[in-house]
Every structure is written in structure tokens, then in C-alpha cells.
């Protein structure tokens, strides 16, 4: 029979590159432990090695699940790789730097291979001798060159063996029954089998679970030498087996050869196969397309839809088909509500998975910068929703780099400024009440208030005799245009920084914080609501439309006063808000060209992009969690609106897109 | 039809090995270590336990010597995965009570061919 070995291609190619991510993990683990061991008394070594064995385990799976697929030139390189890795297990190579940074070398280069075959090109294909090369250099050996093993002859003619076969009496006690091994041979050809039960003790003695009996054996087949010794293979150190054959032996590597043959003659695909066939396989684990689940989460979008309606319907039945159809509804909210979390939990994946990639990025970096940085990651294992946590990897890379680049300082100054070496940047992400909160520590040197007044000055972000205290310097550096390091340099550049960064947050309905202690570090909080289809938002009218604003621009809501408010010739209105001008906004003049009165209703304080602007609107209704759908892809694009949502009661609102209204309001 | 347990850090091999056994009409549990697949074993009845040995957590080796000592599994094949490089692991399963070994990289037919030496 023949196995379309294609369908375990996409899961292999998954595996492999999140093997080889956790591989790398264990490998700076590793690294850090044994620079702990270096500095200090060798002393527990046991985490060192749990490491060592998990980044083995990684190149050796790989390879295991490469050969058995076909994928010739991914398994013969993790197998050097890992060859070079028990040299690591059994000490008979140090680990070094050199054969760290070769081993991560390795491990990208797996990942390039892995990638490759996922896009059925050969990329890299050829460059893996040069890292094998360097493998081989570091164990002080050069590899024996590997013969490409001929193929074997085939094996016309007939031949006999005579075979003497006592098994060991324990065969049975390891899940050896004698009698399936005759039935293999029996399978290869003709064979006689003449039982020799002298073996066999009294009555009284005969224990059931020992075997007493011996064979002699006539097999008359084509197949050849080695494949009658393979049949013996798993017995032949406690039984007694002599087969002599009417053919000579031949290498013994033969047998080798024909598994490799076999599944290289396996790799070309079927296609015709089904897929549905693979719905038997029991596993813990599925990898679904993301197109599949985005529709049923839009699906599930809709189902809640139907349901709101059908409640708005059901209000105006007569009293009894209301009295039956309550607990039916009722149920049926249930039943929506759990597949609606259970669907959104489809797409969340443990904050982990953009966690994993930093440690590499902060020993590259801080290793380049000459500084010694321990990284600490905690609260991986909250949830977050797939799309929000690559479009988080970005913005925290940038975080990151800020912290190694201008917040952690070289080690003579730690050392001058009585703080330990090593600094310390830690992750750590946690779930509060309907968002995830991300803080990104570091124990550099803080924000400096003088350092940051000078640098807004020459930029002319404050007025001439402005004094910046703390707490405007950390506004002050989310300003586009201001970056406080002393040189440029190719990590951070200059400027282009925490505004983008904010941008970015922002633009995910998060919000982006930063609290400092001079000299002593600092902290970036990310704020980010837990998917992207569900956001807080505050419902406000505007003559007879409701409108939901996000709360996360929303900073207060004023009364209005007609003292505050100032006009400016060709600039439009202006509201003092404790002391600064904002640009007013009515929103029943932008939605319906309408201006009300000013004394009427309420201001609201919105920001976004770091500037404020006063939104007049009629009535705050109250706070909802609203399900976001898009205009664009229903409608078309309708400016200053972000989406739509279906309220309860299954009335249809727009979201405002308060950074467009803010943009406008400054134009 | 046979009742296979199927052990197995590695999705794809586990997948491979249990698709295998599966398409020829066997009954296939699968389980991503030893200590899962000791958990799985309890009070079941198998007629075969394929391991791989390289495992986090219960390794191979040590799930054979615990699978021996419960009374269902005493004659009960268990092959372990191995590699070509791995030539004491063969005789590491042997001391351990497993009855045979399967060498990896391996292919669907390969597997097929061995059950032969441990089913009926």
C-alpha cells in the first residue's frame, strides 16, 4: 500500500519552525547558564543539561520527521547538527561561545531550509556544508565523507537457507512470540519448520510464560541474506541462531540502503488522495487555515445579529407566545454567548509566542552594544488574540531596542553607579478585566528630565522658557521628532521611535504609557483590549443618531461653559480647557451639517496621536461593549467613521474614528 | 484490527505512524509522552506500544521498564523509534524489556512490514 506522505507536510513544516523556536530558547537558556556556571562555583548544572537535552531533542525530531518524509537535505543537516550536539552531551566538546554562536547559525539556517521546502525551492540547500564544515572544525574531526551507497543489485535467483532458531526462554516476558517471526519467514517464500521439543521440562515444572522450544528451518526464497538476519534482529542477542545460506553475505549496510530508497521512491506525491480521511487521525493539536476561522468568527458575528433581531421580534407578539417563546430565547442567548467565546478562544494563542523571539533579539543586541542584559519573561501564558499579538511584535520590538539602547546603560556605568552588571529587562503580560496589559522594565537609567528639555528645545517642541518637569518629559518623548540619544546609531535610529510605536498601539485600540524613576529604570505599559472585533466604547447622540466614540481616546467630559469658549477668525471655535485651547467639534455639524447651540449638551475630551480635541455631542447614553464591523467591507468608506456595530436592541451605530477627528480638527 | 498506543513527542511522526496504522484498519491512542502514555495505558489493553525515546518528561526507555511492571502489558510488543545513531538505545530497550526497535527515518511501509513480527 502507498501512504500520500504530502498531507503530513504542512504539519511538519509548523512544527519544525515552532521546534525551532523553543530550540532556540533552551539554546540561550542554555547560554546563560553556563555563563551563571562561568562566574560563579560550578554548582547546579542540572538546568544546563535539561537544556542541552531539549535543544537535541529539537534538532533530532526534526530530523527524525525530515528523513521519514523525504525531505533529504533538511534531515541531513540536523543530523550533523545534531551528531555535534552529543558531543555537547557526552563532554567531549565545550560549549563556548564559538559553538553557541555556530548552533544558533545552525538553527537559522534550519529554519531557511525548513521555509524553503515549505516554498519547494532549494534554497540554502548548498550553504549547508559550510556550517557543517564548521561543525566538524569545532569537534576537532572532520567527517568521514559520506559515500553515496550504491544501489543493490537486485536479487534474482532462489535461495535455501537452513536456519537452527532456539529463542531465549524470556522471549516471551519482552513481547517476542516465536511463532510470528516463522509466519514473516513463512511470508518470504516456502518454508518447512521441523519443532524440536526436547527443551520441554516435566509436567510439573512447565512455566507458561518461558519458552522451551527450538526450530529447524528450511526457507526457500529470493529474498536476500539480509533481509532473513533483519527477521532475527530483535532476538538475536538471547537466542541461538545459525542460518547458513547457499549465497554469501554481502556489506552489511545494504539494508540501510534499501530503507533510504524505499523512502525516497515514497517522497513524490499523490494528490488524488482525500483529505477527509486524515479526520480519523486522533491528535490534541489541529492546524486550521485562518481564512476558515475568521469566517466563522464573522459567522458567529452574525448569529448574534439574528438572535438581537429575533428578541426585537418576539417583543411584539401577543402575551402567550411570549410567555413560550422566553425560555426558548433564553436558552438560545446561552448557547450563542458560549460559542461566541469559545470562537474567539479559537484565536487566542499565549503571549509566549511573541515573548519567545526576544531572547534572541536581546542577547544579539545587547551583545553588539557591549551590554550584559538578563531578560525576563513572565505572564506568557495569557491569551491574546492571534492577529493582535503579530501586530504587537513590531511595537514591542521597538520597546525592547529602546530599553538596550537608551535606557540600560554599559557595565563601568552600572558598576560606577553602585548597581549590579547585569541589567535586568523584563516582559510580562497580564489580563485585566477585558484587556491585556504588557509592561516592558527595564533597570537602566530612567527618563531624565534635563536630558529630554534640552533635546524638545532644539527641536522646538517647547516654548523658550518652559520648564519640563518629569511628567511632561514622558509626554515629551512620545513627541514625533524628539529621540534623547546622544549619537545615531543603526538600532534605534533617531526619532522615529515611541511616536510610531504609540501610533501603532493606538491604531489597536490600545494605549501606550510610560512610568520612569530617574536612575533607577523604566516602565512602558501597553494596554490592549483582547481581540480586535470587541471594543469598549461610549454611545453618545447627536439628534436623533447614536454614535459610539472608543473609550480608550476618551479622556473627560465637560459641561459646557459659554466663558470658556473663543472664536478665532478663519480657525473655527476653541474651548479653555484648564488653561490650554483645544479646537472644538460638533458632531451634529460634521454628521449632519447642523450646528446646535453651544450652551446644549456635553464636551467630551478626546486624544489621539497625542493631541486633544473637544467633541460637542447631544448625550452620553452609556458604555458598551460593541462588536466591530467593518464599513468598508459592507458599504464603502465613510469619513471619520472607524466601523459599525449592532447594538442590543439590534439597532445599527457607526463608530467614530477619533484620530481622523482629531486630525481634521487640527488641519 | 489490532489496538495500538502510539507515543510520540513529535506531531508529524505521531501523525504519520497512528495515519499509517489507522489507514490499515488498526485502532490507534495516541499519546505525546510517557507519563501521558502511561496514563493512557492504565487499565487498558493494547496489542502493541510503538515509542519514540527522545521524549521531555518520561523518556521512552523508562516508559517500557514502568509499562513491564503492569501485569496487562507484560507480554505486550512495544517497539521503540531509534535512530541509526543510536545504537546502545537499541540495546538500552532491549534491557528494558521492549521487544523490538524501529530505525528512523522510516516509511509507512517499513512500519507495515514490522508489524508482522509483533501482531497475530
Given at each position: 500500500?502507498?501512504?500520500?506522505?504530502?498531507?503530513?507536510?504542512?504539519?511538519?513544516?509548523?512544527?519544525?519552525?515552532?521546534?525551532?523556536?523553543?530550540?532556540?530558547?533552551?539554546?540561550?537558556?542554555?547560554?546563560?547558564?553556563?555563563?551563571?556556571?562561568?562566574?560563579?562555583?560550578?554548582?547546579?548544572?542540572?538546568?544546563?543539561?535539561?537544556?542541552?537535552?531539549?535543544?537535541?531533542?529539537?534538532?533530532?525530531?526534526?530530523?527524525?520527521?525530515?528523513?521519514?518524509?523525504?525531505?533529504?537535505?533538511?534531515?541531513?543537516?540536523?543530523?550533523?547538527?545534531?551528531?555535534?550536539?552529543?558531543?555537547?552531551?557526552?563532554?567531549?566538546?565545550?560549549?563556548?561561545?564559538?559553538?553557541?554562536?555556530?548552533?544558533?547559525?545552525?538553527?537559522?539556517?534550519?529554519?531557511?531550509?525548513?521555509?524553503?521546502?515549505?516554498?519547494?525551492?532549494?534554497?540554502?540547500?548548498?550553504?549547508?556544508?559550510?556550517?557543517?564544515?564548521?561543525?566538524?572544525?569545532?569537534?576537532?574531526?572532520?567527517?568521514?565523507?559520506?559515500?553515496?551507497?550504491?544501489?543493490?543489485?537486485?536479487?534474482?535467483?532462489?535461495?535455501?537457507?537452513?536456519?537452527?532458531?532456539?529463542?531465549?526462554?524470556?522471549?516471551?516476558?519482552?513481547?517476542?512470540?516465536?511463532?510470528?517471526?516463522?509466519?514473516?519467514?513463512?511470508?518470504?517464500?516456502?518454508?518447512?519448520?521441523?519443532?524440536?521439543?526436547?527443551?520441554?521440562?516435566?509436567?510439573?515444572?512447565?512455566?507458561?510464560?518461558?519458552?522451551?522450544?527450538?526450530?529447524?528451518?528450511?526457507?526457500?526464497?529470493?529474498?536476500?541474506?539480509?533481509?532473513?538476519?533483519?527477521?532475527?534482529?530483535?532476538?538475536?542477542?538471547?537466542?541461538?541462531?545459525?542460518?547458513?545460506?547457499?549465497?554469501?553475505?554481502?556489506?552489511d549496510d545494504r539494508r540501510r540502503v534499501d530503507r533510504r530508497q524505499l523512502v525516497r521512491r515514497l517522497g513524490p506525491r499523490r494528490s488524488e488522495e482525500p483529505a477527509e480521511v486524515a479526520e480519523e487521525l486522533r491528535t490534541d493539536r489541529l492546524h486550521v487555515s485562518r481564512d476558515k476561522v475568521d469566517e466563522l468568527v464573522n459567522q458567529v458575528g452574525e448569529l448574534v445579529i439574528t438572535k438581537t433581531m429575533m428578541k426585537q421580534v418576539?417583543?411584539?407578539?401577543?402575551?402567550?407566545?411570549?410567555?413560550?417563546?422566553?425560555?426558548?430565547?433564553?436558552?438560545?442567548?446561552?448557547?450563542?454567548?458560549?460559542?461566541?467565546?469559545?470562537?474567539?478562544?479559537?484565536?487566542?494563542?499565549?503571549?509566549?509566542?511573541?515573548?519567545?523571539?526576544?531572547?534572541?533579539?536581546?542577547?544579539?543586541?545587547?551583545?553588539?552594544?557591549?551590554?550584559?542584559?538578563?531578560?525576563?519573561?513572565?505572564?506568557?501564558?495569557?491569551?491574546?488574540?492571534k492577529s493582535m499579538i503579530e501586530k504587537l511584535v513590531d511595537p514591542l520590538t521597538h520597546l525592547v531596542r529602546n530599553a538596550l539602547d537608551h535606557g540600560i546603560e554599559p557595565p563601568a556605568e552600572r558598576r560606577d553607579r553602585g548597581k549590579p552588571e547585569t541589567a535586568v529587562l523584563s516582559l510580562h503580560a497580564q489580563h485585566r478585566g477585558g484587556n491585556i496589559e504588557i509592561r516592558v522594565t527595564d533597570d537602566g537609567r530612567g527618563i531624565?528630565?534635563?536630558?529630554?528639555?534640552?533635546?524638545?528645545?532644539?527641536?522646538?517642541?517647547?516654548?523658550?522658557?518652559?520648564?519640563?518637569?518629569?511628567?511632561?518629559?514622558?509626554?515629551?518623548?512620545?513627541?514625533?521628532?524628539?529621540?534623547?540619544?546622544?549619537?545615531?546609531?543603526?538600532?534605534?535610529?533617531?526619532?522615529?521611535?515611541?511616536?510610531?510605536?504609540?501610533?501603532?498601539?493606538?491604531?489597536?485600540?490600545?494605549?501606550?504609557?510610560?512610568?520612569?524613576?530617574?536612575?533607577?529604570?523604566?516602565?512602558?505599559?501597553?494596554?490592549?483590549?483582547?481581540?480586535?472585533?470587541?471594543?469598549?466604547?461610549?454611545?453618545?447622540?447627536?439628534?436623533?443618531?447614536?454614535?459610539?466614540?472608543?473609550?480608550?481616546?476618551?479622556?473627560?467630559?465637560?459641561?459646557?461653559?459659554?466663558?470658556?469658549?473663543?472664536?478665532?477668525?478663519?480657525?473655527?471655535?476653541?474651548?479653555?480647557?484648564?488653561?490650554?485651547?483645544?479646537?472644538?467639534?460638533?458632531?451634529?455639524?460634521?454628521?449632519?451639517?447642523?450646528?446646535?447651540?453651544?450652551?446644549?449638551?456635553?464636551?467630551?475630551?478626546?486624544?489621539?496621536?497625542?493631541?486633544?480635541?473637544?467633541?460637542?455631542?447631544?448625550?452620553?447614553?452609556?458604555?458598551?461593549?460593541?462588536?466591530?464591523?467593518?464599513?468598508?467591507?459592507?458599504?464603502?468608506?465613510?469619513?471619520?467613521?472607524?466601523?459599525?456595530?449592532?447594538?442590543?436592541?439590534?439597532?445599527v451605530v457607526l463608530i467614530l474614528d477619533v484620530a481622523s477627528l482629531v486630525r481634521a480638527a487640527r488641519e | 484490527m489490532a489496538r495500538i498506543l502510539v507515543v510520540d513527542d513529535s506531531t508529524t511522526m505521531r501523525q504519520m505512524v497512528s495515519f499509517t496504522l489507522v489507514d490499515a484498519g488498526h485502532d490507534v491512542v495516541e499519546a505525546e509522552d510517557g507519563n501521558k502514555a502511561l496514563h493512557a495505558a492504565r487499565g487498558k489493553k493494547f496489542?502493541?506500544?510503538?515509542?519514540?525515546?527522545?521524549?521531555?518528561?518520561?523518556?521512552?526507555?523508562?516508559?517500557?521498564?514502568?509499562?513491564?511492571?503492569?501485569?496487562?502489558?507484560?507480554?505486550?510488543?512495544?517497539?521503540?523509534?531509534?535512530?541509526?545513531?543510536?545504537?546502545?538505545?537499541?540495546?538500552?530497550?532491549?534491557?528494558?524489556?521492549?521487544?523490538?526497535?524501529?530505525?528512523?527515518?522510516?516509511?509507512?511501509?517499513?512500519?507495515?512490514?514490522?508489524?508482522?513480527?509483533?501482531?497475530?
Open positions: 500500500m502507498t501512504i500520500d506522505l504530502t498531507r503530513f507536510h504542512e504539519s511538519f513544516f509548523t512544527e519544525s519552525l515552532e521546534g525551532l523556536d523553543a530550540t532556540e530558547t533552551h539554546l540561550l537558556a542554555l547560554e546563560s547558564g553556563e555563563a551563571r556556571r562561568g562566574r560563579e562555583a560550578p554548582g547546579d548544572s542540572e538546568g544546563s543539561e535539561e537544556s542541552l537535552n531539549a535543544v537535541f531533542r529539537g534538532f533530532h525530531s526534526i530530523k527524525g520527521a525530515a528523513g521519514s518524509l523525504g525531505f533529504d537535505a533538511i534531515a541531513q543537516f540536523t543530523h550533523h547538527v545534531e551528531e555535534f550536539l552529543d558531543l555537547w552531551r557526552k563532554g567531549t566538546a565545550a560549549v563556548d561561545r564559538t559553538g553557541l554562536d555556530t548552533v544558533l547559525a545552525c538553527i537559522d539556517h534550519a529554519r531557511l531550509l525548513v521555509r524553503a521546502a515549505r516554498e519547494n525551492t532549494t534554497e540554502g540547500v548548498e550553504s549547508s556544508a559550510k556550517l557543517i564544515r564548521k561543525l566538524a572544525k569545532l569537534s576537532r574531526a572532520r567527517p568521514a565523507p559520506r559515500a553515496e551507497p550504491a544501489p543493490a543489485e537486485p536479487v534474482a535467483a532462489k535461495a535455501t537457507y537452513k536456519i537452527q532458531f532456539r529463542p531465549g526462554p524470556e522471549s516471551f516476558r519482552r513481547g517476542n512470540d516465536p511463532l510470528r517471526l516463522l509466519k514473516v519467514l513463512a511470508e518470504m517464500g516456502t518454508l518447512e519448520a521441523e519443532a524440536d521439543v526436547t527443551g520441554l521440562p516435566e509436567t510439573g515444572e512447565f512455566d507458561p510464560e518461558r519458552c522451551y522450544l527450538a526450530w529447524r528451518l528450511t526457507l526457500v526464497t529470493e529474498a536476500p541474506p539480509e533481509q532473513v538476519d533483519d527477521v532475527f534482529a530483535w532476538v538475536r542477542d538471547e537466542s541461538e541462531i545459525a542460518i547458513e545460506s547457499s549465497r554469501p553475505k554481502s556489506r418576539a417583543l411584539s407578539l401577543d402575551a402567550a407566545s411570549v410567555a413560550r417563546l422566553e425560555p426558548v430565547m433564553q436558552q438560545l442567548e446561552r448557547n450563542t454567548r458560549d460559542l461566541q467565546e469559545g470562537v474567539m478562544g479559537i484565536r487566542m494563542l499565549p503571549m509566549s509566542h511573541a515573548f519567545g523571539r526576544f531572547a534572541r533579539l536581546v542577547r544579539d543586541t545587547s551583545q553588539r552594544l557591549g551590554k550584559e542584559v538578563r531578560l525576563e519573561l513572565t505572564g506568557g501564558d495569557s491569551e491574546l488574540d531624565d528630565p534635563e536630558r529630554v528639555e534640552r533635546r524638545a528645545r532644539e527641536a522646538g517642541l517647547i516654548r523658550e522658557n518652559e520648564a519640563v518637569t518629569l511628567e511632561r518629559a514622558t509626554e515629551l518623548i512620545f513627541e514625533p521628532g524628539l529621540s534623547t540619544a546622544e549619537e545615531v546609531n543603526d538600532l534605534s535610529g533617531r526619532g522615529v521611535g515611541l511616536d510610531v510605536v504609540r501610533k501603532n498601539i493606538m491604531a489597536l485600540n490600545g494605549s501606550l504609557s510610560v512610568e520612569t524613576r530617574p536612575g533607577r529604570g523604566t516602565t512602558f505599559v501597553i494596554r490592549l483590549p483582547l481581540t480586535l472585533a470587541i471594543i469598549d466604547g461610549m454611545l453618545v447622540t447627536s439628534g436623533t443618531d447614536a454614535y459610539i466614540v472608543p473609550l480608550a481616546y476618551i479622556i473627560e467630559c465637560l459641561h459646557p461653559e459659554r466663558s470658556k469658549l473663543k472664536s478665532i477668525a478663519g480657525r473655527g471655535m476653541l474651548v479653555d480647557v484648564r488653561g490650554s485651547y483645544l479646537p472644538l467639534l460638533e458632531l451634529a455639524r460634521i454628521t449632519s451639517g447642523s450646528g446646535g447651540t453651544y450652551e446644549e449638551g456635553l464636551l467630551m475630551v478626546l486624544e489621539a496621536e497625542g493631541n486633544r480635541i473637544v467633541l460637542q455631542v447631544d448625550a452620553l447614553l452609556g458604555q458598551e461593549q460593541v462588536v466591530i464591523k467593518s464599513l468598508e467591507a459592507n458599504y464603502r468608506k465613510v469619513a471619520y467613521i472607524a466601523g459599525a456595530t449592532i447594538l442590543g436592541e439590534g439597532r | 496489542d502493541l506500544v510503538i515509542t519514540d525515546v527522545n521524549m521531555p518528561g518520561m523518556n521512552g526507555i523508562d516508559l517500557v521498564k514502568c509499562l513491564r511492571d503492569i501485569p496487562e502489558f507484560k507480554f505486550t510488543p512495544i517497539l521503540v523509534l531509534t535512530t541509526e545513531s543510536a545504537q546502545d538505545i537499541k540495546s538500552r530497550g532491549r534491557d528494558a524489556g521492549a521487544t523490538g526497535w524501529l530505525v528512523k527515518p522510516f516509511s509507512p511501509d517499513v512500519l507495515l512490514a514490522t508489524l508482522k513480527k509483533v501482531l497475530d
